[in-house]
């Protein structure tokens, strides 16, 4: 507890017994304020005026348990904010059928690391689309006897294939993945 006086050099202190209860001896007339404090709870006052020969008695009075607060801050780690980057990436396709996964819009992208790289090289050359253009490719290469070491019919055209689809996973791994900085 806290008297506090108009003149500090008449406050005064005291400790509460274990009933609560406390007192102060020959406090000086005028007004005061009495302030209670206790861990954990907020603290209370009390103003008041002792008169000249008075007994100035404090009606009970409760404290409230103080208010905590507590700041949290939740963040990502710099390769949960990449993959969610990636996530947004996967969904990019050009014309809404060519995949698109090596563009970010967000000027503040954070880079992929090795192994964010060499998932989204896989997802890229495993992605259906590119089974077809593939066979696109090697159909035209086909019709007009590009390579025509790989002769025609369907043994031509599988050597073709391979090969188109070997170009486009050697491109994507090493163009992609393995070299390219973001």
């Known amino acids: 507890m806290r008297l506090s006086r108009e003149d500090p050099s008449l406050s005064e202190e005291a400790e509460s017994d274990g009933d ?38 404090v009606p009970p009075i409760a ?50 690391n090795r192994k964010q790289k060499f998932e989204l090289a896989w997802k890229a050359t495993v992605d259906p689309i590119n089974f077809g253009l593939t066979g696109a490719v090697t159909g035209i290469q086909q019709a007009t006897d590009s390579f025509s070491g790989y002769g025609q019919g369907a043994q031509g055209f599988g050597k073709r294939y391979g090969a188109s689809y070997a170009d486009l996973v050697a491109g994507t791994f090493i163009g992609s993945a393995c070299c390219r900085h973001y």
């Open 20 to 57: 609560g209860r406390f007192s102060f001896e020959r406090v000086s007339p005028g007004p005061f304020e009495l302030a209670i404090m206790a861990g954990g709870f907020a603290t209370a006052t009390f103003p008041g005026i002792v008169h000249s020969g008075e007994r100035c008695t």
């Open 63 to 112: 404290l409230v348990v103080a208010s905590a607060s507590t700041e949290v801050k939740v963040s990502m780690t710099r390769t949960e904010v990449a993959e969610a980057e990636i996530k947004d990436e996967e969904k990019q396709r050009v014309l809404g059928v060519v995949p698109n996964f090596y563009v970010t819009y967000d000027p503040a992208a954070v880079p992929l």
